[in-house]
């Protein structure tokens, strides 16, 4: 099968999105370059964008060891959302309080960051700003949305920012089952993510920046990127491999790799969208422990995904690892149990993809002044909008600008490294076990399960 042809079938959005997905260039042989970034999602792509604008003179090259967009930034859930994994109070444990509030007031304006640059730069990918609707399904469930409504309040975020729906309100965006109240905030866009991928890509090369695909980054060392084909020198390298980075030398604790499964259905009729609402696209979850995430799409489907495939021994990534018929099949059942109306749907389209965590569940990004080696990720399922204040914030790193995102307290934040296997891999599906086991006990009891709370801590979120 051609190159082309693998790629369509990594997800609902590469079958879909717009122009050729045969790889470009590979590296011709060693080159020099200002800055070289190692991996060309979303990281990798606003890092290159927000540098051009700064300076159009500095010369960028990607190695990329598929195509661009070829990791989670081309096949995720498509929220661009306000979410950062780590919470206000651990931020504030981290970096005082003023610390934390600026980073959630941070990724919130980043949501709207995301659409402009889609706007100036003509970029269509199917935005639609209409928020976030988690519901509350069960008595736990909506215990949660009080709390989390009530810690928001205490940080001084208000009704426009976040705010708990009486079961009535809630229905009125979707009419889910068993729905007893919900959370909504409007900090959060449906996207089509490889649309952006690809889109932001497409644009960097008309600017000159060079993407080299199908280039394997063996080794990042300070001042260079080694490769098969070559080698890229550059002042500055930049690690923007997210949940691949166990692969690369040295980096085998740093972040550990997650799947996360997905389902697309086919377009639906209107009579059934006129049953299920989610009119303006509002992304939509419930308040479950073992997350869920849902989107209806431009061209009115639902794609929906969720956690529950298994850590693999030694931080291992592999092709088959991204789809795995029982969680699909998890999937399509807590889907129609969702909308019942769905009853008999068709799923089109099955994918899935590991996405990275640090140790301490907490996102960062930094630059080593000593090696010129930068690097950001851990973004724990949130990344679709956090890699572009990622990308901001090393392209104001590398050229030396002290800025209000610079001060953020993720910036320069490291996690501590994961344990040895077999006790990573205990601990990972460990975990993983119990949040499903809460959920059911919750489901079946109405009580909030404490499992979920213990492993919640040991793992650190
Ligand atoms: C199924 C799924 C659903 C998700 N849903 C959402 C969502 O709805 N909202 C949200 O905010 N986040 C979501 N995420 C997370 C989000 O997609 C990621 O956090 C984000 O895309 C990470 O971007 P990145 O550029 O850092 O990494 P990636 O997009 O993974 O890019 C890393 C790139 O590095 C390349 N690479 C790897 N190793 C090498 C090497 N040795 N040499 C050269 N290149 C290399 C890879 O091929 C890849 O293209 C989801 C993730 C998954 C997997």
Redesign the pocket.
């Known amino acids: 099968m051609s190159y082309e042809g693998v790629y369509r079938q990594l ?1 609902f959005w590469h079958d879909s999105v717009p122009g050729s997905l045969e790889p470009g260039h590979s590296l011709p042989g060693d080159v020099q370059a200002d800055v070289a970034i ?8 606003w890092t290159a964008y927000y540098l051009n604008k700064i300076d159009p003179e500095l010369t960028i090259a990607i ?19 306000a ?1 950062f994994p780590a919470s206000l109070g651990k931020l504030e444990r981290m970096a005082g309080r003023e610390q934390a509030i600026a980073m959630y007031r941070a990724m919130q304006k980043t949501v709207d960051q995301v659409g402009s640059v889609t706007i100036i730069e003509n970029i269509d990918c199917h935005w639609a700003k209409g928020g976030t609707i988690s519901f509350a399904r069960s008595p736990s469930q909506l215990e949660r949305a009080r709390e989390e409504v009530a810690q928001a309040r205490m940080y001084g975020f208000d009704e426009t920012d976040i705010r708990l729906l009486t079961a009535e309100e809630a229905r009125d965006q979707a009419q889910a089952s068993d729905v007893l109240g919900g959370v909504y905030t409007p900090h959060c866009a449906s996207i089509h ?1 490889a649309r952006l ?1 690809r889109g932001l890509a497409s644009l960097l090369r008309d600017r000159g920046v060079q993407i080299f695909e199908r ?4 080794r990042i060392e300070p001042g260079r990127l080694v ?1 098969p084909h070559g080698t890229v020198e550059a002042r500055h390298v930049v690690r ?6 166990p ?2 030398s040295g980096q085998g604790r740093a972040i550990v790799p997650v ?4 389902i697309a259905t086919a377009p639906l009729p209107q009579k059934i969208w006129e049953q299920i609402g989610l009119e303006c696209r509002p ?1 939509f979850s419930d308040l479950r422990h073992l997350i869920i ?1 849902g ?1 209806r799409t431009a061209d009115g489907r639902l794609v929906f ?1 969720g956690r529950g495939a298994p850590y693999h021994f030694g931080s291992a990534i592999q092709p088959g690892f991204d789809r795995v018929p029982a969680v699909f099949a998890a999937l399509r059942s807590t889907l129609i149990e969702l909308f019942p109306v769905l009853d008999d749907v068709v799923i089109t389209h099955t ?6 965590i640090a140790r301490d569940w907490c996102a960062s990004v930094g630059l080593d002044p000593a090696t010129g080696i930068g690097w ?2 851990g ?9 572009n204040l ?1 990308g901001r914030t090393l392209a104001d790193l590398i050229t030396g600008r002290d800025t209000e995102i610079t001060k953020l307290p993720w910036v320069g934040h490291k996690s501590r490294r994961w344990e040895l296997e077999p006790m990573r891999w205990l601990g990972i599906n460990g975990g993983l076990r119990a949040m499903d086991w809460a959920d059911r006990s919750e489901a079946r009891t109405g009580r909030q399960s404490r499992t979920a709370t213990v492993f919640g801590r040991f793992l650190g979120g």
């Open positions: 997800s190692a991996g060309a999602g979303l990281t990798g792509l190695c990329e060891r598929e195509i661009a967009g070829f990791g989670a930034s081309g096949r995720n859930g498509g929220w661009c959302s979410l993510p991928a280039t394997p980054v063996s490769t923007a491999t997210e949940g691949y980075t692969g690369m799947y996360s499964l997905v992304t995430y989107q995904g994918w899935g993809g590991p996405l990275g950001a990720g973004y724990v399922g949130d990344g679709l909008s956090t890699t990622a």
